[in-house]
T-cell receptor, first 115, second 114 residues
Framework: EADIYQTPRYLVIGTGKKITLECSQTMGHDKMYWYQQDPGMELHLIHYSYGVNSTEKGDLSSESTVSRIRTEHFPLTLESARPSHTSQYLC??????????????FGPGTRLLVL | KNQVEQSPQSLIILEGKNCTLQCNYTVSPFSNLRWYKQDTGRGPVSLTIMTFSENTKSNGRYTATLDADTKQSSLHITASQLSDSASYICVVSDRGSTLGRLYFGRGTQLTVWP
């Protein structure tokens, strides 16, 4: 099992609150990713990072922001949560080797419910 | 439009039986195809990865096939167990970008009954 952790696992919060979803990995991976997944739907990439101080937006537009100050840590922040942000958020990491054959290792996910 | 289509959307089988899940894709160019298993409330876990030159790859009771000409893949599960109940996701990677963009299917929800 991969050493990638997400907290909290479940979060219920009111509209307008600021939230930060934590993601940490102990594998020394360079690349990290955030995905959003609604029930029965495919994963959508919302943010990714190639390494420290590198962050990019993914395919799906998101109001969230990310930071990568340390290799092992890739937190996602929502400044003002809305009910439309209700979803499951999955963090992943990969070694960053060239070739595109590297496997992404996923965390257990955070299920967010905004009331 | 989703470029990775999986069928069936859901499947129920009895313990011990075999089953086959399908994945059709239109992603081009093509680099590789992965099958992931996602247990309820957990993140996906990689089962197999195949490049265009590979026709079949096994991982225990899981056997994946790939036909790059017809852009189809299948995942065959032999002698199913209750622990096989999960969503199985097909993921295709292109080679058109440094990131190696991943295209995800919506998954097949497999339920194994005793």
């Amino acid at each position: 099992e991969a050493d990638i952790y997400q907290t909290p696992r479940y979060l219920v919060i009111g509209t307008g609150k600021k939230i930060t979803l934590e993601c940490s990995q102990t594998m020394g991976h360079d690349k990290m990713y955030w995905y959003q997944q609604d029930p029965g739907m495919e994963l959508h990439l919302i943010h990714y990072s190639y390494g420290v101080n590198s962050t990019e937006k993914g395919d799906l537009s998101s109001e969230s922001t990310v930071s990568r100050i340390r290799t092992e840590h890739f937190p996602l922040t929502l400044e003002s949560a809305r009910p439309s942000h209700t979803s499951q958020y999955l963090c992943a990491s990969s070694p960053g080797r060239a070739g595109g054959l590297e496997t992404q290792y996923f965390g257990p996910g955070t299920r967010l419910l905004v009331l | 439009k989703n470029q990775v289509e999986q069928s069936p959307q859901s499947l129920i089988i009895l313990e011990g039986k075999n089953c086959t899940l399908q994945c059709n894709y239109t992603v081009s160019p093509f680099s590789n195809l992965r099958w992931y298993k996602q247990d309820t409330g957990r993140g996906p876990v990689s089962l197999t990865i195949m490049t265009f030159s590979e026709n079949t790859k096994s991982n225990g009771r899981y056997t994946a096939t790939l036909d790059a000409d017809t852009k189809q893949s299948s995942l065959h599960i032999t002698a199913s167990q209750l622990s096989d109940s999960a969503s199985y996701i097909c993921v295709v990677s292109d080679r058109g970008s440094t990131l190696g963009r991943l295209y995800f299917g919506r998954g097949t929800q497999l339920t194994v009954w005793p």
